[in-house]
């Protein structure tokens, strides 16, 4: 018999290899589990957030931008970049590229810096600013692109003891010139902007002669001339600052607001595009304090933060698209009165958000369930979402950098959350046991086979496994014996 085809030779072979991988890789506890991973940033205040392709955050803070290189940003090397603009009322946008673009105000100044980079390098960005001669200053700033990559911003201009709502089209990507239109003389200090599927901008905000909520639909791209319209989906009386809006599947804006009256957040979800439908969805969650970062799941059912008024920071997640059952709160435990900046959603429904603290860092929390909650298992490999999803240097030895998602990813034929000689051994026995039956790796299995001793290497980490190739060799037992020690106890 061949020295490989030897069940004996290669037991010794594997224990051979297990000897000098033990001697490499110090033992490590696996990580309690937790509902998500947080890391303090190297940025200040005043932040906006976006994700990349990759699920990498980017974030516009003060004058500077940090794009991290993995999703938890704490890699240790991610270092913030000044970007030529001013440091208050930003708002974030990235182009098809990948490139950001931020708004920002200044003295008697609004902006848009588009960078021609990802990481927003060489000092050479693109400026486009409006600026104006007069008293009074501009507020928060609220950015989209259209369809064109041309940017679209809404800003409010103080004057004294008022305060107009303006909205600003470029008229290039870089915005070299734009077009500009008051929309309203008697605004409260920030709004929200989204662009609708007929490419008309839609605006929330606070109106002050009537202390409410008010939202307007522009009747052209351009949002020039008339035909626009305004609406008041929700006539109650001291709402409407700081709002959030996103559009549903069906084109009709969902939008959280403050209630300064009762401290709390507010959500409408409109039956229409403009809101003049008259019957609206109007609720109360149950959200104390100001809500921000709004972003809707894959079921439509809106996801925001809300902070500020409380000593809690508060991960809410409606049941529903109108938050009326089954809503989910998480809260960041040790977190004193913080004030949420900006919350987006990545590729597998998982909220993120980068917030500060009153008078201490920045952080970014990372949701490693849809609901923010501990448990769970997704794949049903043994090991528990809140390892897999952990991405910093040397998590790999406690079950992360894995795919939530993807069962095949992690060796452990015993199940019982170790990697050890026990494992090994699973697989050496399982040597040329192949699934012959015209489906390799597929059920129904040959006599024999056993999918959990067979992985497929994909990448150049042991723990970048695919799923089973149907053929049980050498391989698996090399893969088996590099994961030595990469736990997932749960």
Not at 158 to 178: E, R
Not at 323 to 335: D, F, K, Q, S, W
Not at 465 to 486: C, E
Request: glycine share 12%; with cysteine.
């Amino acid at each position: 018999m061949p020295f490989l085809r030897s069940s004996r030779h290669l037991k010794w072979a594997a224990l051979l290899g297990i000897v000098v991988v033990y001697s490499l890789v110090a033992s490590r506890q696996a990580a309690a589990t937790s509902g998500a991973v947080i890391t303090t940033l190297p940025v200040l205040a005043n932040k906006t957030m976006q994700l990349d392709a990759n699920g990498n955050p980017v974030i516009a803070s003060g004058s500077e931008l940090l794009h991290c290189n993995d999703p938890h940003c704490d890699g240790g090397d991610d270092i913030p970049t000044p970007v030529v603009g001013g440091s208050g009322g930003l708002s974030l946008q990235l182009d098809a590229a990948g490139n950001p673009v931020i708004s920002y105000v200044g003295t008697q100044l609004v902006g848009v810096t588009h960078c021609n980079d990802p990481n927003c390098l060489g000092n050479d960005e693109y400026v486009g600013q409006y600026t104006w001669v007069g008293p009074g200053s501009a507020g928060h700033t609220s950015l989209e692109l259209d369809d064109a990559g041309r940017p679209v911003l809404t800003f409010t201009a103080f004057n004294g003891s008022s305060a107009s709502l303006v909205i600003m089209h470029c008229n290039d990507p870089n915005c070299s010139s734009s077009v500009r239109r008051t929309i309203d003389t008697s605004v409260g200090n920030s709004s929200a902007l989204e662009i609708g599927a007929d490419g008309n901008p839609i605006i929330s905000y606070a109106r002050r002669s009537t202390w409410d909520l008010e939202v307007y639909r522009c009747g052209n791209p351009q949002c020039s001339g008339g035909g626009g319209s305004f609406a008041q989906p929700d006539p109650t009386g001291y709402d409407g600052d700081f709002s959030s809006i996103v559009m549903d599947s069906s084109g009709n804006p969902v939008i959280t607001y403050f209630d300064s009256w009762i401290e709390e957040t507010r959500l409408v979800h409109c039956n229409d595009p403009a809101c003049l439908g008259g019957a609206e969805a109007v609720v109360l969650p149950g959200a104390p304090g100001l809500g921000f970062g709004l972003a809707l799941d894959t079921g439509g059912n809106p996801v925001f933060a809300h902070g500020g008024v409380t000593d809690n920071f508060v991960l809410f997640h409606c049941g529903d698209p109108n938050c009326l059952a089954g809503n989910t709160t998480v809260t960041v435990v040790g977190e004193q009165l913080p004030f949420p900046y900006a919350l987006e959603l990545d590729n597998l429904g998982h909220p993120v958000v980068v917030y500060q603290d009153y008078g201490e860092p920045a952080r970014l929390w990372r949701c490693i369930t849809a609901t923010c909650t501990a448990e769970g298992d997704t794949d049903g490999d043994g090991c528990g979402d809140a390892q897999e999803i952990r991405y910093d240097t040397g998590s790999e030895l406690l079950g992360g950098r894995r795919n939530p998602k993807n069962p095949h990813d992690y060796f452990n034929p015993t199940g019982d959350g170790e990697n050890r000689v026990d494992d090994v051994l699973a697989v050496v026995d399982a040597y040329y046991l192949d699934d012959t039956d015209g489906n390799p790796g597929l059920p129904p299995y040959a006599p024999g086979y056993n999918p959990d001793t067979d992985r497929t290497l994909l990448g150049p980490d042991a723990w970048d496994t695919g799923p089973p190739s149907g053929l049980q060799r050498v391989d698996d037992i090399l893969n088996a014996v590099k994961q030595y020690f990469h736990d997932c106890a749960l």
